[in-house]
């Protein structure tokens, strides 16, 4: 069974740094790209971004080039996101989700408050 | 960066009805590489239909996709109570891979 399992919620300050992780089990990891979601408090769903594990090739939305940085380590099957300095706008649910046809299993959602 | 359009913003529904939702993009979608996605408050999206009229394993065959090049439609053949939800269309036969900024289905 293909899952994706998300970090937890976290709480930080404007400023700090935050690496976020979804792991998955199921399939073969290298095989399939998997990217990020953005959702903010009651808006739609916005694409960050994705990275291909096998040969660790990342492509960035326009909105997020240069704003978080997309990873994987392949030999844990765990696809991250990080903020090198958070801001109140990151305030969001970030999911995961892996792309065969479409993005056809989800993670369940990591909550990120930036607030002081 | 091709940009999805949905339409309408909300459509008002019954349980029984038909409901047909609209995605334009601003250019050709690759290969009709379009996909919908279900969400349900407090859920992660689901996805409903790829490759314009594929339906993803599980889905009913209430849902059908429909469409090539700019224009694609979801219809819901007759609503269920558990189909009122927001949906969204993607595109992903280019980077970046966009979505559409939503339609929610409300009961009526």
């Known amino acids: 069974e293909v899952q994706l399992v998300q970090s937890g919620a976290e709480v930080k300050k404007p400023g700090e740094s935050l690496k976020i992780s979804c792991k998955a089990s199921?399939?073969?990891?290298?095989?399939?790209?998997i990217g990020w979601v953005r959702q903010m408090p009651g808006k739609g769903l916005e694409w960050m971004g994705i990275i291909y594990p096998g040969d660790s090739d990342i492509r960035y939305g326009p909105s997020f080039q240069g704003q978080v940085t997309i990873s994987a380590d392949k030999s844990i099957s765990t696809a991250y996101l990080q903020w090198g300095s958070l801001r109140a706008s990151d305030t969001a649910m970030y999911y995961c989700a892996r792309h065969g046809e479409g993005a056809d299993y989800w993670g369940q959602g990591t909550r990120v408050t930036v607030s002081s | 960066e091709i940009v999805l359009t949905q339409s309408p913003g909300t459509l008002s529904l019954s349980p029984g009805e038909r409901a047909t939702l609209s995605c334009r993009a601003s250019?050709?979608?690759?290969?009709?590489?379009l996909a919908w996605y279900q969400q349900k408050p407090g859920q992660a999206p689901r996805l409903l239909t790829y490759?314009?009229?594929s339906r993803a394993t599980g889905v009913p065959d209430r849902f059908s996709g429909s469409g090539s090049g700019t224009d694609f439609t979801l219809t819901i053949s007759r609503l269920e109570p558990e189909d009122f939800a927001v949906y969204y269309c993607?595109?992903?036969?280019?980077?970046?891979?966009?979505f559409g900024q939503g339609t929610k289905v409300e009961i009526k």
């Open positions: 490759g314009a009229s």
């Open positions: 199921g399939y073969r990891f290298t095989n399939y790209w």
């Open positions: 250019q050709s979608v690759t290969n009709s590489y």
């Open positions: 993607q595109q992903y036969g280019s980077s970046p891979r966009t």
